[in-house]
T-cell receptor, first 111, second 116 residues
Framework: SQQGEEDPQALSIQEGENATMNCSYK?????LQWYRQNSGRGLVHLIL?????REKHSGRLRVTLDTSKKSSSLLITASRAADTASYFC???????????FGKGTTLSVSS | DTAVSQTPKYLVTQMGNDKSIKCEQN?????MYWYKQDSKKFLKIMFS???????INETVPNRFSPKSPDKAHLNLHINSLELGDSAVYFC???????????????FGQGTRLTVV
């Protein structure tokens, strides 16, 4: 069963702008992860935020987590054309035996 | 060196055929997965193996049979292929940390299966 839901489904911005993607999930979590998928490629892990963390940074990425609202956001600052990809949030199922992915946000950054 | 490699990258076959997709990871992880990604990019977990033992089988037709000869390999065999099996199949691996926690997952490049 699907755990996360990203929003928006698609986002188009200009280079240099910031991109914000949101994710909502249903059950309690140990951590929440964000992945990127370039066209025709596999998923690549971007960042993991633990349930006791509220914010985490990695380069131009900023992730927030609100466990009371069961939601997370991924902010990409100063976007580049190379950031064009699909972005997925993921959480573990209740047994912790598999990552369950949301439907993803497709980001297009034009130069 | 590729961390998670799967072959073939592309597979075109006729309905009714049987095919296999191979996956190998050199990360020393103890958990491997198969995911199916449909045309709308929705990723659905199919199977999860931990130390060669099946942990998850998510309502996948029994035409799909995973086989894990050792911790580093998880192959997927599909019998009697149907049009609806057309999708991209991803292999992934992660390490179990205990207490229901896992590290991040590493994915292969995917196998685009087209059934005609």
């Amino acid at each position: 069963s699907q755990q996360g839901e990203e929003d928006p489904q698609a986002l188009s911005i200009q280079e240099g702008e910031n991109a914000t993607m949101n994710c909502s999930y249903k059950t309690s979590i140990n951590n929440l992860q964000w992945y990127r998928q370039n066209s025709g490629r596999g998923l690549v892990h971007l960042i993991l935020i633990r349930s006791n963390e509220r914010e985490k940074h990695s380069g131009r990425l900023r992730v927030t987590l609100d466990t009371s609202k069961k939601s997370s956001s991924l902010l990409i600052t100063a976007s580049r054309a190379a950031d064009t990809a699909s972005y997925f949030c993921a959480t573990h199922n209740q047994a912790g035996t598999a990552l369950i992915f949301g439907k993803g946000t497709t980001l297009s950054v034009s130069s | 060196d590729t961390a998670v490699s799967q072959t073939p990258k592309y597979l075109v076959t006729q309905m009714g055929n049987d095919k296999s997709i191979k996956c190998e990871q050199n990360l020393g992880h103890d958990t491997m997965y198969w995911y199916k990604q449909d045309s709308k990019k929705f990723l659905k977990i199919m199977f999860s193996y931990n130390n060669k033992e099946l942990i998850i089988n998510e309502t996948v037709p029994n035409r799909f049979s995973p086989k894990s000869p050792d911790k580093a390999h998880l192959n997927l065999h599909i019998n009697s292929l149907e049009l609806g099996d057309s999708a991209v199949y991803f292999c992934a691996s992660s390490q179990t940390l205990g207490q229901g926690r896992n590290t991040e997952a590493f994915f292969g490049q995917g196998t685009r299966l087209t059934v005609v």
